[in-house]
Nanobody, 126 residues
Framework: QLQLVESGGGLVQSGGSLRLSCVVS????????IGWFRQAPGKEREGIGC????????NYADSVKGRFTISRDNAKNTVYLQMNSLEPEDTGVYYC???????????????????WGKGTLVTVSS
């Protein structure tokens, strides 16, 4: 089992920033690529980005590219999602998820994830 716990959500004004954390425990953290997903009210969950298990490769959805940055600290078993220039459309519940991978520099949010956190709510006011 891999346990993931998100934190750092809250209420922020449009144009502001937040940093979410995803603390991972239970198994070998550095064997897992980590993805970030969000679900806006009334919409399906979408993948917004991911980071490889080595931390040297990250991918982003077009909707957040240039505004969001994913990083990881394998010594702390933590993945971060830095969100800048937030917009009301970024409002939603944000989830991190882990997928065990063989390739060090690969990640994707388009494939099934093995473990999920429970999410943290981000609300961006206009």
């Amino acid at each position: 089992q891999l346990q993931l716990v998100e934190s750092g959500g809250g209420l922020v004004q449009s144009g502001g920033s937040l940093r979410l954390s995803c603390v991972v425990s239970g198994r070998t953290f550095d064997a897992y690529a980590i993805g970030w997903f969000r679900q806006a009210p009334g919409k399906e969950r979408e993948g917004i980005g991911c980071i490889s298990k080595s931390g040297d490769s990250a991918n982003y959805a077009d909707s957040v590219k240039g505004r969001f940055t994913i990083s990881r600290d394998n010594a702390k078993n933590t993945v971060y999602l830095q969100m800048n220039s937030l917009e009301p459309e970024d409002t939603g519940v944000y989830y991190c998820a882990g997928r065990r991978v063989l390739t060090s520099s690969w990640c994707s949010t388009s494939y099934g994830m093995d473990y999920w956190g429970k999410g943290t709510l981000v609300t961006v006011s206009s």
